[in-house]
């Protein structure tokens, strides 16, 4: 359960040069660990003081694709710890027979143990993250006291066809590949947001493409209505972000899971699937929010509510 420091806070070019968005300051920066989870190495990003915020990346990422709109995180007075899960970002896969969102739950929870982490955390998740924090908060009520759901996998449907509604079991490979491009390259940041997305996700791919291409199938099908709606009766607080841009995670997933949570706090913007990474400022100033409203929630009262057709917007880049 032994922890060391992989490096000092990372630095890279668009953080010399201001990148994407405004620059924030070294204390910030998320510095890169390791750490032994279930008998195997680990790595994740950690930075800033207050309450802790878990920060569960999407499929085919890792948890420094995100280092820019973690470091606005940090901002908002939190204490941020950023796990590569099992299969990215040089932490081994789960074992075959684990290979499933109650697995990569168990492993955060696990985790989150291991840092010495005691308390119940703020757990937050993007696309397949979510996925996982759900699990976690589901499975593990002792160990999370607020969801943050950012585009979040999770909703039963795929689509509302006229009287038709298409479960997400239904949905092809082929529709969830030909908007995976699109949703997670941002075309306004493509430029500086492409080459730290291949130089993270293409070891992951190489490295175990078993549980590269297990996971993405994990994120296609998945349907968390039970766990939604056990969240929705123990008062869990729950934010519930989304794109609305998004192709990735239909309308019509974003609703369901809207419906099955009951009535979450709700802040949509313009955004594409990957808008916290095209424009981390933005983020920022929707996490300072966020944060507010799950401290003022406190962990004992339901959450704020707020319907998806009066949501909160703001104008994000990327999408």
Known sequence: MARRDMARAEQGPDDQHGGVGTHQGAGNRLTWKCVSVQGRESRYGEAGAGPTVLFLHGWGLDHKVYKRALARLVAAGVHVLAPALPGFGGTPALPRTTTDLEGYAAWAGEFLRCVGVGEPVLAMGHSFGGGVAIKLAHDHPDQVRALVLVNSIGGSTWSHRGPRRRAMSDRPLWD??????????????TRRVVPVIVAEALPSLLRDP?????????ARRADLGSELVELRRRRLPVVVLWGRADRLITQDSFEDLCEALGRPQVVTVPGAHSWLIADPDAFGEVMTNVVDIVRLAGGDAGPVSRSPDTARSRSVEGG
């Open 210 to 218: 078993r549980a590269f291409w297990d996971a993405a199938g994990l």
């Open 176 to 189: 969830w590949g030909i908007h995976f491009p699109a949703d997670v390259l941002p075309t306004r940041q």
